[in-house]
């Protein structure tokens, strides 16, 4: 099945740029006003300033009612206000090491503190090598804290140099010990992004392979194998389950995804992680998954370099359908012997999917709407298509996506940088 054009002619293309271009400014002047209310909220909370007094001076000051008209304020303001006073309020390294240091005066009554301050140091100094090791200090990424519990999601894009900053690791630490999973980007965003798609992917900065069963043989039969070299990085994530890393560059995001697919296949790993906007969990914080934490952490043998290319890798490519919105039918043999689900349950499948990848709603409807708009036909016989056209296709993407958004907890308009259905990552 080709993919879709969603640039049928020269009118379709040119609105398209105005919308995405409208879009793009109105994600600026958002972000804007954001750091704007935050940058308030850190001065209040050092000030003393009373939450109340707080939160009036910010419904009157905000920019947010215009910004975002289908948005609580309310919300907004608390969540800022508690968000800021989590990160404050979360112990950084100085302060670490002063309870640090106050156990080993009197070990005796102070074990526990001293204990607790060990554990800050090293998961804070774990999370902060690999991301330093990884990335430049400018280079923009996503940083994912997940909780299940809650069925809510929280997604940050900023720069490498602001997630490895004390203050941010706070807040981080602060989401963890309050249930929630932290996962980071393995490629890098463009300056600004507004999500976490495949056209806001910047550079391809790794490959890397979820394994998720019988973890340390696959583990083992991947450092045996000639064809492909040993990995940068093994994250333990749970007992046998491994997130494996390389390093790479000069890939391009097509060629990168046929490599994951190729990965994936060759050595068992899970084929739901094969996608250019995957994020991986962050080492140095907790696995929130199961009833006991499990601290996420490097294996030995940690090798920051070298940097891999694709000449390194000499597995077989698995052929696959390229750009950032390939849909796929199934053949009409498998629709009329009921092996597999309707067209209108894949589009719903495809609307949960991509919702959980933190792709924008809007562009979901509009490939949802553009691909319900003919019929659809994968065999010789014209005559029997695998999916007929809706009457009004839009009217149909827009509901398929709008219960899928009530499924997955997402009630209200996203904010660019919050997303808060659950991220399509690893379910360890």
């Known amino acids: 099945m080709p993919p879709i054009d969603p640039f049928a002619n020269e009118t379709n293309r040119n609105l398209y740029e105005e919308q995405v271009t409208e879009q793009e400014e109105m994600s600026q002047k958002c972000q804007r006003s954001e750091r704007s209310d935050r940058s308030f909220v850190r001065r209040a909370l050092r000030r003393g300033l009373p939450t109340q007094d707080m939160e009036d001076h910010l419904l009157t000051a905000t920019e947010f009612h215009r910004l975002n008209p289908d948005r609580d304020p309310i ?83 900023t720069t490498a140099r602001q997630i490895a900053s004390p203050e941010f690791q706070a807040w981080l630490r602060h989401k963890n010990a309050n249930g929630s999973d932290i996962y980071l980007s393995l490629n890098t965003l463009k300056e600004h992004a507004r999500g976490r798609t495949k056209a806001d992917v910047q550079e391809i900065r790794h490959l890397y392979l979820d394994l998720d069963e019988d973890g340390q043989q696959k583990l083992a039969a991947i450092y045996q194998n000639p064809t492909v070299p040993h990995p940068n990085y093994v994250l333990q994530t749970s007992p046998q389950k491994f997130q494996v890393i390389w390093r790479a560059q000069g890939l391009r995001q097509s060629e990168a995804e046929e490599l994951l697919r190729s990965l994936a296949q060759r050595f068992g790993g899970d084929p739901a992680a094969t996608d250019s906007t995957r994020v991986f969990r962050l080492p140095g914080f907790n696995n929130k998954k199961y009833k006991e934490n ?34 796929k039918t199934v053949s009409a043999q498998a629709v009329s ?36 708009a003919t019929d659809r036909n994968d065999s010789p016989d014209t005559r029997k298509p695998t999916s007929l056209r809706k009457a009004n296709p839009r009217y149909y993407a827009e509901r398929t996506v709008s219960r899928a958004m009530a499924q997955l907890g997402m009630t209200r308009t996203l904010g660019e940088n919050e997303i808060r259905s659950p991220e399509n990552e690893p379910e360890r």
Not at 118 to 144: P, T
Not at 303 to 317: A, C, G, Q
């Open 75 to 157: 919300v907004y303001v608390r969540g800022l206000i508690d968000e800021e006073g989590s990160s404050l309020r979360g112990p950084d390294l100085a302060e670490a090491s002063t309870i640090a240091s106050r156990a080993t005066a009197n070990h005796s009554a102070t074990s526990s503190h001293a204990s607790s301050a060990k554990r800050i140091l090293q998961s804070e100094a774990m999370a902060r090598r690999y991301i330093q090791g990884n990335f430049e200090a400018s280079d923009w990424l996503a940083v994912v804290a997940r909780n299940r519990e809650l069925r809510q999601t929280v997604q940050r894009i």
């Open 294 to 327: 499990f601290l996420v952490e490097l294996a030995t043998g940690t090798l920051p370099d070298p940097v891999y290319h694709r000449s390194d890798f000499r597995i077989e490519i698995l052929p696959g359908e390229h750009g950032t919105t390939v849909r």
């Open 337 to 372: 012997s009921g092996a597999v689900n309707t067209q209108s349950e894949r589009d719903w499948a495809y609307a949960i999917r991509h919702l959980r990848n933190g792709d924008n709603p809007e562009l979901i409807i509009r490939e949802i709407a553009a691909y319900r």
